[in-house]
């Protein structure tokens, strides 16, 4: 990475992992990257970048903002290990022993497609087995070959098992999938059985990709506020709090006839509940609204709510008053205690 001393414009650039030697933390918070020294040449010490932080230094003038050299990210870094881990780490023998194995039956399969001719000449010697062999080439297709009784021919071709391959492969893929957190029909398998499958264990996928895209967002609004940062040191913008956001689109399966079916049952279970008293209004569009958080809907139950009674022009009711008051109550019987300790007695 780049800044211009002029205007603290930013270049990006990319420093292959190959290339770093080592990942200086900071004296105890070794979760946190100072520095990344990179591979020297010639036998010298190559030189050490100081990670992106916040300055914490009260007296420069670039306090509360982002300066550094570089940014640094890893995944799956525990504490002791500021290099992180590869998802594929914990996998990687296996997934080397099924690439050899599906080479291997690549061979097989050639192997599995090659013949030969296998001839029975009934009372030759050995001699005249060789005179026939030199007056009979391999046939080639389509021609036509003629024999006595004496002579068969016949076409011999290997039984290699093809069935235990396949099982072998499926359970490795099912392995891999399952140790990779993702269904086994996201890797080829196909049929309702595999569908009805991948319905209903999508939902965890789904979650650790958003965990992970969530991470990459986080990345970019780092990316955005240094920039933005930089630019506010070198005076090239003015001073302000500006915020930077990483819009990525919605990782979310789409509506399911399950789900119709399930949003249905628990409308008609809510407001029997509330007609019989059990729970509240406000609890019941409050559960209402954690369901369709589920799916990916978002919205706050109690603003929808006070819309809803407002546009309706009707009175709010009681229990929704009732809290009202009771939480106004508090709040007020907080300020109050909070009073009572400024004022000296």
Request: glycine share 6%; hydrophobic share 40%.
């Amino acid at each position: 990475m780049d800044t211009s001393p002029v205007n603290g414009r930013v270049r990006l650039g990319y420093v292959d992992p190959v290339n770093i030697a080592d990942v200086h933390t900071v004296r105890g918070y070794p979760e946190v990257c100072a520095a990344v020294e990179l591979t020297g040449r010639g036998g010298r010490k190559g030189p050490i970048l100081a990670a992106v932080r916040e300055e914490s230094d009260p007296r420069k003038e670039s306090h509360g903002r982002l300066t550094g050299e570089v940014f640094y990210w890893a995944i799956n870094r525990p504490p002791n290990s500021p290099r992180g881990r590869s998802d594929l780490v914990a996998n990687l023998d296996f997934i080397h022993a099924f690439e050899e194995s599906m080479f291997q039956e690549l061979d097989r399969l050639g192997l599995m497609k090659a013949f030969i001719w296998d001839v029975t000449l009934q009372g030759a010697d050995e001699e005249q087995i060789r005179e026939f062999l030199r007056e009979n080439r391999t046939p080639k297709p389509g021609s036509t070959r003629a024999h006595n009784e004496r002579v068969s021919w016949q076409a011999v071709s290997p039984d290699l098992a093809m069935a235990d391959t396949k099982n072998f492969f499926d359970m490795m893929r099912t392995y891999l999938a399952a140790c990779q957190h993702r269904p086994d029909s996201w890797f080829g398998s196909g049929g309702k059985a595999y569908q009805t499958e991948a319905d209903l264990m999508g939902e965890p996928t789904f979650r650790d990709l958003e965990s992970r895209q969530a991470y990459v967002a986080h990345m970019l609004r780092t990316v955005f506020r240094f920039v933005l940062d930089q630019a506010v040191i070198h005076k090239a913008i003015p001073p302000g709090d500006y915020e930077a956001e990483a819009n990525l689109p919605e990782i979310a399966r789409s509506l399911r006839k399950e789900d119709a079916e399930t949003f249905s049952a628990l409308f008609d279970t809510l407001a029997a509940a509330e007609d019989r008293g059990w729970i509240t209004r406000r609890r019941a569009a409050t559960l209402f609204a954690d369901m369709a958080h589920n799916i990916g809907m978002t919205w706050d139950a109690a603003d929808e709510l006070a819309e809803t009674v407002m546009a309706d022009g009707e009175r709010i009711p009681r229990d929704y008053e009732g809290m009202e008051a009771l939480m106004r109550e508090i709040e007020a019987r907080i300020e109050a205690r909070r009073v009572e300790r400024e004022v000296p007695a």
